[in-house]
């Protein structure tokens, strides 16, 4: 009752700054896209926000293709120094799905995309996870850049500076192995980073860090401290649409900015 009437203000907000953006131009900025599973229930998904349906995703990456929401990039290509908005698509956790089911969609789009796999999961062949022959067969499609989502999916803040070196070191150097191909960005499981952690996943010899915050990276916003859009399985085409336009940067205040 409470998350429907959470959802209905959360909404009618966006509606409201749709209105009043109506007539603004994108910001020339990076916009960081997170996707979950498409096709498939995320892990501990009791509420089914990150598991997105096929079709409302295919409607989203044909959106993207016809250019509405700027240009798309490769992440690692997005930092660099434009002055014209950008969009690149993530995916958090490694789903078998996004092998299956959202790589052709990407891939007749020539859409770049990153997905963050935590090697616990591919490791453990639990859930609709990549096993690691598929992570294999991801990194050598055009397009696909393989990340590090951590080892075991712990939140990176709570741990102390041993495990937290080798939650960054392990997981990068497994997926190095199985791709033959270098790793140099992690998203930082649960959203969890802070000071600490970026410095720790810079002399882990990441150049590239996704958090959780909603909002878009200006030039000059630190590369391991990039914020991203959530995209819901609920997002419709509209709400797609309002997204990109910025509608929903509002968002950013109901978490702190890590970068601070």
Request: charged share 20%; aromatic share 6%; hydrophobic share 40%.
């Amino acid at each position: 009752m409470m998350r429907s009437l959470r959802n209905r203000i959360t909404r009618s907000i966006a509606e409201i700054s749709a209105l009043a953006r109506a007539r603004q131009p994108l910001r020339p900025a990076l916009r960081v896209l997170m996707y979950h599973s498409v096709g498939s229930q995320a892990a501990g998904d009791t509420h089914g926000i990150y598991g997105i349906a096929p079709d409302l995703f295919a409607e989203h990456m044909a959106a993207l293709a016809s250019g509405i929401g700027g240009r798309v990039v490769a992440l690692s290509d997005g930092m660099a120094a434009d002055d014209a908005p950008q969009i690149a698509v993530t995916f958090d956790d490694g789903y078998r799905d996004n092998l299956r089911v959202a790589a052709p969609v990407l891939q007749q789009h020539q859409i770049p995309f990153t997905v963050f796999v935590c090697t616990g999961f591919m490791r453990d062949h639990s859930g609709n996870f990549l096993a690691p022959a598929e992570v294999r067969e991801l990194a050598s499609m055009p397009g696909a850049t393989i990340g590090s989502h951590g080892a075991t999916h712990t939140p990176l803040t709570e741990l102390d500076d041993r495990a937290l070196r080798n939650e960054l070191i392990a997981s990068k150097s497994e997926l190095e192995n199985i791709t033959g191909r270098a790793v140099n960005a992690i998203s930082y499981p649960h959203g969890a980073v802070d000071r600490r952690v970026r410095e720790a996943a810079v002399a882990a010899g990441y150049t590239i860090g996704a958090c959780s915050r909603f909002d878009i990276n200006s030039p000059g916003r630190d590369p391991l401290l990039l914020c991203r859009t959530d995209i819901h399985a609920g997002d419709s085409l509209r709400i797609f649409r309002q997204k990109l336009h910025g509608d929903w940067d509002w968002y950013k205040w109901r978490n702190r900015d890590p970068a601070r």
